[in-house]
Nanobody, 119 residues
Framework: QVQLEESGGGLVQPGGSLNLTCVAR????????MGWYRQTPGSEREVAAA???????IISNIGKGRFTISGDSAKNTVTLQMKSLKPEDTAVYYC?????????????WGQGTEVTVAS
């Protein structure tokens, strides 16, 4: 069983910064990639950024120039650093981990952490 432990959400003023961290915990889990998605009521979940075990990172258009993602594949950990936050960044942010357990690849989601950007 793999569980994702998310932390770092909360309230931040416009223009502020916030870091979200996710740790995938589970015996034998080896990440292939991990990332952060976000979702607002009535909208589909959209990707913000992803970190690959190879070291490659992807930042989607919603975070270009403002978001950075880093990770540690040995620790199955990923951190999303968000700066210059805007009210429209308000959403529930979900961690996603895709990886292998005993040779079988699976997809896992965290429960979500709320980010509110407001003055």
């Amino acid at each position: 069983q793999v569980q994702l432990e998310e932390s770092g959400g909360g309230l931040v003023q416009p223009g502020g910064s916030l870091n979200l961290t996710c740790v995938a915990r589970g015996s034998g889990f080896s990440m292939i990639h991990m990332g952060w998605y976000r979702q607002t009521p009535g909208s589909e979940r959209e990707v913000a950024a992803a970190f690959y075990a190879t070291g490659m990172t992807i930042i989607s258009n919603i975070g270009k120039g403002r978001f950075t993602i880093s990770g540690d594949s040995a620790k199955n950990t990923v951190t999303l650093q968000m700066k210059s936050l805007k009210p429209e960044d308000t959403a529930v942010y979900y961690c996603r981990a895709y990886g292998s357990v005993s040779g079988t690849n699976n997809n896992y989601w965290g429960q979500g952490t709320e980010v509110t950007v407001a003055s």
